[in-house]
């Protein structure tokens, strides 16, 4: 899956402090997602992008903020990280709502 | 909201057991998506089934759709150590926002011991 890439791929922050975390796809996909993975809770997704300039709500959105200026990046930022916020971060892009998603290889985030 | 249920949450067996995990869905399901991640890695799709009462093969792996298209099964024959994972489904379900989403289960950890 060389086709979307996630950085950075770990990242140790401050409670307080603004954190961006970067995905980047090459095939024109339509569709990007940002999913939180924790133990005992699968994956929950945080926002999700439909096209360029087009974002919405998941289940989990609170705390941060999403961007898409391109149709290729979808980053998402902690504007104000809390311990809460630790967790694997996957970015996941598709050609359509429903069709397969492809995943980037996740950003491990610690907020200490 | 709309949700998939996967169960179990865990599973362990012994190399050369079988090994089954299930979802459901209250509502019906355009089509699922079964994905599977090996440990400190990401999720990689396996599979969709979309036809009411489909069943897909994979080697050892058999991929059940209900007839209903709330439900669906994963079946893994005769367990391996290269099985260790999460298992993941995904239901597809109609949305009001953007016409689909797909909604994953909790997943099923699948432990293998030789």
């Known amino acids: 899956d060389a086709g979307i890439t996630q950085s950075p791929r770990y990242k140790i922050t401050e409670t307080g402090r603004q954190v961006t975390l970067m995905c980047h796809q090459t095939w024109s996909h339509s569709y990007m997602f940002w999913y939180r993975q924790d133990l005992g809770h699968g994956l929950r997704l945080i926002y999700y992008?439909?096209?360029?300039?087009?974002?919405d709500k998941g289940e989990v959105p609170d705390g941060y903020v999403v961007s898409r200026s391109k149709t290729e990046n979808f980053p998402l930022t902690l504007e104000s990280a809390t311990r809460s916020q630790t967790s694997v971060y996957f970015c996941a892009s598709s050609l359509g709502a429903k069709n397969i998603q492809y995943f980037g290889a996740g950003t491990r985030l610690s907020v200490l | 909201g709309q949700q998939v249920m996967q169960i179990p949450q865990y599973q362990h067996v012994q190399e050369g057991e079988d090994f089954t995990t299930y979802c459901n869905s209250s509502t019906t399901l355009s089509n699922i998506q079964w994905y599977k991640q090996r440990p400190g890695g990401h999720p990689v799709f396996l599979i969709q089934?979309?036809?009411?009462?489909e069943v897909k093969k994979q080697k050892r792996l058999t991929f059940q759709f209900g007839e209903a298209k709330k439900n669906s099964s994963l079946h893994i024959t005769a367990t391996q150590t290269t099985d260790v994972g999460t298992y993941f489904c995904?239901?597809?379900?109609?949305?009001?926002?953007?016409?689909?989403?797909?909604?994953f289960g909790k997943g099923t950890s699948l432990l293998v011991t030789p």
């Open positions: 089934l979309v036809k009411s009462g």
């Open positions: 992008s439909a096209a360029a300039d087009i974002t």
């Open positions: 995904a239901g597809c379900v109609v949305n009001s926002n953007s016409g689909y989403a797909l909604n």
